[in-house]
């Protein structure tokens, strides 16, 4: 009997829309892009959304304008956006692919779907990684990165303060990855054919619907960050209203996500009638 091709490894990001949304409302931008429909025989797999690419010049190349001749050289960036869409077990699960996520609108996806469903899958001696986010006189963004796979315990999390906000680690049914992490979207690193896409969707939204994560990772519920459109629109009303009030001892801010430094010098609070905002 002749020895069947090895399958690749694919890193898979998967986001869950939210229950009552179709593609249509989970698409942020809808212009310029392809609908090509996705199919294996006879069988459908989805629809595959694709923006045109473009291609654009790159960033670094403006520090020697004037000063090098870098015209005939072809330095050019291509940016690739794709999203497959595919409903499974009455859900509707969307896979991005390069900058596939800028075209989902923000809010259409189920918040922590990533994260539950890892903890559901995982075995809890078997972490690879953590992000989690302090909440304290100074609030603090960390990853850290064990040298072997251990417990949460392990890397010291206190379940007063600290929400965890995506975790990596080993899944036990090895079928379902090599590696799983996530927080809204679920990254899985899987070996797999685009036919066994159907079966895993339908499997990832049996993990997330399960609770056994409360066995092993019962705290994760315990404090928690709002994400949800709706809630933050108006937690940031409340936010105005104290600072309206001059109540700035009850607040205070920081930067949501980690931030390369040698990026960014700074931020500064722009308070005016025509624009309320931050810029970096």
């Known amino acids: 009997m002749a020895r069947t091709k090895d399958k690749k490894v694919w890193p898979l990001t998967i986001f869950l829309i939210k229950p009552g949304l179709s ?10 892009l392809l609908e090509i429909p996705v199919r294996h025989g006879k069988r459908s797999i989805g629809r595959l959304v694709v923006k045109r690419p473009q291609d654009s010049a790159p960033t670094w190349a403006r520090l020697f304008e004037g000063h090098a001749d870098l015209r005939g050289l072809g330095l050019r960036n ?24 800028h075209l989902l609108e923000p809010g259409t996806w189920v918040e922590n ?18 992000d989690r986010k302090r909440f304290d006189e100074l609030t603090t963004l960390t990853r850290e990165q064990a040298s072997r796979a251990g417990s949460v315990e392990q890397f010291g999390l206190d379940m007063e303060k600290d929400v965890l906000r995506a975790l990596v680690g080993t899944p036990r ?11 809204d979207a679920l990254v899985a690193r899987v070996e797999c054919e685009l036919k066994d896409l159907p079966r895993l969707l339908t499997t990832y939204g049996n993990e997330y ?3 056994a994560y409360r066995r092993s990772f019962r705290w994760v519920d315990q404090i928690g960050e709002v994400r949800d459109a709706s809630l933050v629109e108006g937690l940031d009303e409340d936010l105005v209203s104290a600072l309206d009030a001059r109540k700035p001892a009850t607040c205070w801010m920081c930067a949501p996500e ?14 005016s009638r025509a624009s309320r905002g931050v810029e970096g």
Do not use: C, H
């Open 23 to 32: 593609q249509k409302d989970a698409l942020a931008d809808r212009e310029d």
């Open 78 to 101: 291509r940016s690739t956006a794709a999203v497959l869409f595919t409903r499974r077990g009455g859900s509707l699960f969307a896979l991005t692919f390069g900058y596939g996520r």
């Open 113 to 130: 779907f990533g994260l539950k469903t890892t903890l559901n899958m995982v075995e809890s001696d078997k972490i690879r990684s953590i």
């Open 173 to 183: 049914d090895r079928k379902l990855g090599q590696s799983v992490a996530g927080l």
């Open 209 to 211: 619907r399960k609770r």
């Open 258 to 271: 980690p931030l390369d430094w040698g990026l960014v010098a700074g931020f500064r609070y722009v308070w």
